[in-house]
């Protein structure tokens, strides 16, 4: 049981906007900033977003994100179909004096 | 190019350790945090281990500590991890990574980048 919390699916068509969440706490998520990381299948993770909603150089403006109290979404329009991968969440845990990661969300292009 | 190459990793028994090491390139290590961060097969994503650029703070999770201890040589740009007292539950891709953010605040760090793994099995 992972203690940030992600639907372990999602999907859409080629084209469409699909939205990831990512429900922590107080002691997480509420206090501290949200990353995500993109892994491709049979590769290793890349970082997405940072600091809630900045984006690397490279990463295309169609991925986004934001946090709002205890939650954080990554957004994605325009899916296209290498957009197929893991994406996971992950935040400082102040209680646990660590990092703590999502379960992790599969995103499917249908 | 910042490069990040994990080693190290192999068939252990249970009970027995390993030494993983993280070579890098393209950065000089001193000036970062680095992670350890692990991929049980066809599981998510799990934090392993994180340590400062002056190895003065370094935190462990829960399942690990006791058991594991994170190292860094800068002088050769190189990070480690010890394993000890290895379980089956410890059988997963390794993964270490830069920490990137706030100075003096590894809390705030995210991870960029990630090296491509290397798989521990520990199995009788």
């Known amino acids: 049981q992972s203690v940030l919390t992600q639907p372990p699916s999602a999907s859409g068509t080629p084209g469409q906007r699909v939205t990831i969440f990512c429900s922590g706490s107080?002691?997480?998520?509420?206090?501290?900033?949200v990353n995500w990381y993109q892994q491709l299948p049979g590769s290793a993770p890349k970082l997405l977003i940072y600091n809630n909603n900045q984006r690397p150089s490279g990463v295309p403006d169609r991925f986004s994100g934001s946090k709002s109290g205890t939650s954080a979404s990554l957004a994605i329009s325009g899916l296209q179909s290498e957009d197929e991968a893991d994406y996971y969440c992950?935040?400082?845990?102040?209680?646990?004096?660590?990092?703590?990661f999502g379960g992790g969300s599969k995103l499917t292009v249908l | 190019e910042i490069q990040l190459v994990e080693s190290g990793g192999g068939l252990v028994k249970p009970g027995g350790s390993l030494r993983l090491s993280c070579a890098v390139s393209g950065i000089t290590l001193r000036t970062y945090d680095m992670h350890w961060v692990r991929q049980a097969p066809g599981k998510g994503l799990e934090w392993v281990s994180s340590?400062?650029?002056?190895?003065?703070?370094?935190y462990y999770a829960d399942s690990v500590k006791g058991r594991f201890t994170i190292s860094r040589d800068n002088a050769r740009n190189s990070l480690y991890l010890q394993m000890n007292s290895l379980r089956a539950e410890d059988t997963a891709v390794y993964y270490c990574?830069?920490?990137?953010?706030?100075?003096?605040?590894?809390?705030?760090?995210?991870?960029?980048?990630w090296g491509q793994g290397t798989l521990v099995t520990v199995s009788s």
């Open positions: 107080s002691s997480n998520v509420g206090t501290n900033t």
């Open positions: 992950a935040a400082w845990d102040d209680n646990l004096s660590g990092w703590v």
């Open positions: 340590i400062s650029t002056g190895s003065s703070y370094i």
């Open positions: 990574a830069r920490g990137v953010g706030v100075e003096a605040a590894i809390y705030l760090n995210w991870f960029d980048p």
